[in-house]
């Protein structure tokens, strides 16, 4: 049974930073890809950051890209999420995903994941 678990989120003020972790088991992929989202109240979920496990690629939404880092633990099973100079703008439910796939595209969308985690609450006071 693949599982992911989110945590590290909290109350942060604006230009804090927090380090989310999602832990993962269960995969008997070969290659797959992880993704982190959030959704914050009355807004569609929408992608921050992905890495795929073949070669260790990163990928990210415009709206982070300089802001939020991703990188993996491959011994701890654990994928992180390092949020620099947040904004109240961040403050969200933040959510990993996880995507079984060869030759994994970069993708950010998603409908195109299939296991996900229970979610994290960020919020960023001003």
């Known amino acids: 049974e693949v599982q992911l678990v989110e945590s590290g989120g909290g109350l942060v003020q604006a230009g804090g930073s927090l380090r989310l972790s999602c832990a993962f088991s269960?995969?008997?992929?070969?290659?797959?890809?992880i993704g982190w989202f959030r959704q914050a109240p009355g807004k569609e979920r929408e992608g921050v950051a992905g890495i795929s496990s073949a070669d260790g690629s990163t990928y990210y939404a415009d709206s982070v890209k300089g802001q939020f880092t991703i990188n993996s633990d491959n011994a701890k099973n654990t994928v992180y999420l390092q949020m620099n100079s947040l904004k109240p703008e961040d403050t969200a439910t933040y959510y990993c995903?996880?995507?079984?796939?060869?030759?994994?595209?970069?993708?950010?969308?998603?409908?195109?994941?299939?296991?996900w985690g229970q979610g994290t609450q960020v919020t960023v006071s001003s």
């Open positions: 995903a996880a995507r079984g796939c060869s030759w994994c595209l970069e993708t950010l969308i998603p409908y195109e994941y299939d296991y």
């Open positions: 269960g995969f008997s992929f070969r290659d797959y890809a």
